[in-house]
Each structure stands twice: as C-alpha cells, then as structure tokens.
C-alpha cells in the first residue's frame, strides 16, 4: 500500500488494494476474518464501515498499521523516529523554559525579599531565601535534565 496516491483512495478502496496485493479473493478473506463475502464487498464498496475489531485483524493479517489502512499513511521506523525526534526537543526547550522561569523566582526570593529579612545571626535563613534555594535547586534539576534529554537525542542520531 506504498502508493503514492494511497491517501487519496477512500477506505473500501484501500482495503480491495491490499485484498488484491496479497492475492485473496473475497471469498478467501471472509474465510480468514469470519465474515461473509458480501461483508467484504460492502466494506470494499463503502456501503458498510469496518468494525475496529475486524480492522485490527485485517491490519494484523496483511501486515500493515491502522494508519495505513485508515489514512493511506504509511507508518515506517523513519517516521516513527522523526516523532520521538521532535518530541525530545520539545521536552528540552520546555525544561529550559522552566529552568529559565524558575531561576528568575530564585533570584526574586533570594536578593529581594531576603534582603527586608534582617536578624542577627549569620546562618538565619528566611521563608524567602528558603523558597529562593529551593527554586535554585529546581532549576538546576530543570537544567540538568535538559541536559540528559539532549545527550539521549545527540546518541540516537
């Protein structure tokens, strides 16, 4: 079902296409998926939509995905990676976004708030400079997985 012009074929055309391509009659596809052969012929006529059931059996029998068979879209380790691909460098940018983010509430935390807090002792930390540290070291944990994800992407090229 590698044609070029597959997604343009409706869903009853596409299923005939690969009856034919495995060399199946109607007959010999009722057989398999335990229907009638006017079933087969409905559903190659558009008359009746597939259940997802037979669907599923049919996609499993002649080897190809739902997508295939439902869109025309063929499914190949290329696009499947190229997916994987585009959603990794999603994560990175949203964990440095949040790294970014998160930095700029430390800072707040840390130099201006704890700036009103004044006490006498030296190692004394205020709500706000606890809130601030905490922030730091999300960010930093933001980053670092930033990080991970982009080593994992670099290796998987």
Do not use: H, P
């Amino acid at each position: 079902m590698n044609d070029k012009n597959s997604e343009t074929y409706s869903l009853g055309e596409r299923m005939y296409r690969l009856r034919e391509k495995n060399g199946d009659s109607q007959d010999d596809l009722a057989e398999k998926l335990d229907v009638s052969r006017q079933t087969i012929s409905n559903w190659e006529n558009d008359k009746v939509k597939i259940d997802a059931y037979k669907a599923a059996e049919l996609c499993r029998l002649y080897g190809v995905s739902m997508d295939e068979l439902f869109f025309g879209k063929t499914c190949t380790a290329e696009s499947v990676a190229l997916k994987k691909f585009s959603k990794v460098k999603a994560a990175i940018l949203i964990c440095l976004i949040f790294s970014v983010l998160i930095l700029s509430v430390a800072a707040v935390a840390l130099f201006i708030f704890s700036a009103e807090e004044t006490t006498s002792s030296a190692l004394y930390f205020g709500r706000s400079a606890v809130w601030g540290i905490a922030a730091l070291i999300g960010a930093v944990l933001c980053a670092v997985f930033a990080v991970c994800l982009y080593r994992e992407l670099k290796n998987k090229k």
